[in-house]
């Protein structure tokens, strides 16, 4: 049977290309864009003998499992949020479950550390700030190695990144 899936981002190529491979195999997936950071708000469509309300985002795609792969690092560079902020935008999208991969050691993320901290002092501040919503963080590998450009499976020479998955729940 199988379960539907929702997936949301900003990448419109990357979402039409999605969009394509799952039906060309029949997987029950649906692309929409949007940036979760700005989700869509609850509105009133008003028409000639008729009131429809649609609500927010928020409770529309509320589902028990939300997948965020490779958002941690580039959420906190590009939109110049806190660990927090990061948390509070994806938690309200999951009813059980949030699985976050995040590269290790990657301190790119506003205020959390010094150019003099490296390593997991950012993933425990990560994983800290997780602890306030979800009973049970657990840190996992994510596999494969992707290159600091975030490309998966760095070539011969490229640096790589250590990913980790953070399984969280409620």
């Known amino acids: 049977m199988g379960i539907r899936v929702v997936a949301f981002g900003t990448d419109e190529a990357h979402l039409n290309a999605l969009y394509r491979d799952a039906a060309r195999v029949g997987l029950p997936i649906t692309p929409l864009i949007m940036d979760f950071c700005k989700p869509s708000p609850a509105c009133v469509s008003v028409g000639d003998g008729y009131t429809e309300y649609h609500p927010p985002a928020e409770e529309r795609l509320r589902c028990e499992l939300v997948l965020a ?9 590009q939109k110049d949020l806190a660990f927090g902020d990061v948390i509070s935008r ?6 059980k479950w949030l699985l976050v991969e995040v590269a290790a ?9 010094s150019s003099d901290q490296h390593g997991c002092h950012s993933m425990q501040s990560f994983i800290g700030e997780m602890r306030k919503v979800f009973s ?35």
């Open 90 to 95: 994806m938690s309200p999208f999951s009813t």
């Open 136 to 170: 049970h963080v657990e840190v996992l590998e994510s596999y494969p190695a992707r290159s600091a450009a975030g490309d998966a499976s760095p070539g011969q020479g490229e640096a790589s990144i250590s990913q980790k998955l953070l399984f969280c729940e409620r």
């Open 105 to 113: 050691g990657d301190d790119r993320f506003k205020g959390e550390c």
């Open 69 to 77: 792969m490779g958002v941690g690092p580039h959420l906190g560079s």
